[in-house]
């Protein structure tokens, strides 16, 4: 059976407007590189905002190929490749990537999905496409085949999650507040839980009845709907007036940071990871100082928690059919979009594009 030579991919414009094209050529792997055949990724809210040219990631250019919660098979491997993997394994995608620093990114960073654009080499570098080209010194993670694809597109927010939760010196027995029950937010909630927290809290409003139910399922002790209850109030209640030790900010709402500080302990740990589009946030600072209270920004993982989210899913020791979501292929773009944007009909708590 001889390979394809073309393949599809979508294309985001940067403006709002997306293409699907049928006519990009299957990558040749570069130098010391790879080409992956992309089985599942991941769609994130971040998405959207890239669609729409908000850019947040260093590098970041228009026309591009996005996606960058990414499972595939290693479809070919150059001759000096030095990956740690072979044809056929199915790996994830670290999508950080280092090139020459230039002004405005001394570190030279670049993403897979977001900084490449469709003048380097066949344009190929994101998880919409169905192969994608793989830079060396890329880290390539082994995968389990007895876990689906697009189940296991849930590494790169559990990667995220390991890092956070790790920079935040969360362990057994203490208590976590997550705003915000994305599809971030829930693998944070269910992380929580695995490393083995004394009470999860989720919370979300009115219209996230299906998010809130599924934290439950996944391991949270208590939901709140702030649009019922004052979440400051009811997080003192369910602690006996001490608060938590750690707050996560995964909301898009601007006022979420600045609540955080108001539901953690003095001394307690606060991660703001919600992106608000550049969006001013009102924050007292005085309760930073008065209250001891330490600040992570979440951007990110790192290589030692991507290999260690991997370890998880592939031990099946997480909830990720729970978290698996709705499943669409390429040519339900419009529909992923809505339901990462919330103005589809149903809801659903995450959204992953399925190739083949």
Excluded at 30 to 42: S, T
Excluded at 188 to 212: E, F, K, N, P, S
Excluded at 269 to 281: E, I, S, T
Excluded at 324 to 345: F, N, P, Q, S, Y
Aim: aromatic letters at 6%; glycine letters at 14%; hydrophobic letters at 40%.
């Amino acid at each position: 059976m001889t390979s394809p030579t073309t393949c599809r991919a979508v294309v985001f414009n940067g403006d709002g407007t997306w293409d699907l094209r049928h006519d990009f050529r299957v990558p040749e792997p570069p130098p010391g590189g790879a080409v992956l055949a992309v089985e599942a990724v991941g769609l994130c809210h971040s998405d959207v905002s890239q669609l729409n040219g908000h850019k947040h990631v260093p590098g970041e250019v228009s026309p591009t190929v996005p996606g960058h919660e990414i499972v595939g098979r290693v479809q070919s491997l150059g001759a000096d490749a030095d990956l740690g993997v072979a044809v056929g394994d199915r790996v994830a995608v670290n999508i950080i990537t280092f090139g020459e620093p230039y002004e405005g990114n001394p570190f030279g960073v670049r993403c897979y999905g977001y900084s490449f654009g469709l003048d380097e080499a066949e344009g190929l570098w994101g998880g919409y496409g169905e192969y994608m080209s793989i830079l060396p010194g890329t880290q390539l993670v082994r995968l389990t085949d007895d876990i689906s694809a697009e189940e296991l597109t849930l590494f790169e927010p559990l990667s995220n999650m390991v890092n956070w939760l790790g920079q935040a010196g969360f362990r057994a027995g203490m208590s976590i507040v997550i705003q915000g029950p994305g599809h971030m937010g829930l693998t944070c909630a269910a992380y929580a839980r695995h490393l083995g927290a004394g009470m999860v809290i989720v919370t979300g409003t009115a219209d996230d009845a299906t998010r809130l139910d599924t934290a439950r399922r996944i391991g949270a002790d208590h939901t709140i709907d702030v649009t019922v209850d004052d979440p400051v109030e009811a997080v003192m209640d369910l602690s006996g007036g001490f608060g938590v030790s750690v707050a996560v900010d995964l909301a898009s709402a601007t006022a979420t940071p600045g609540l955080c500080l108001d539901l953690v302990h003095h001394g307690g740990r606060v991660v703001w990871a919600g992106l608000k589009d550049n969006q001013v946030v009102p924050v007292v600072s005085d309760k930073v100082v008065t209250r001891s209270l330490t600040i992570h920004g979440g951007a990110g993982g790192t290589n030692d928690s991507m290999a260690e989210a991997c370890r998880i899913l592939n031990e099946d020791d997480f909830p990720t059919g729970l978290l698996l979501g709705e499943v669409v292929d390429l040519d339900g773009i419009d529909h992923a979009m809505d339901l990462l944007d919330r103005t589809a009909e149903t809801d659903a708590v995450r959204a992953v594009l399925k190739h083949g």
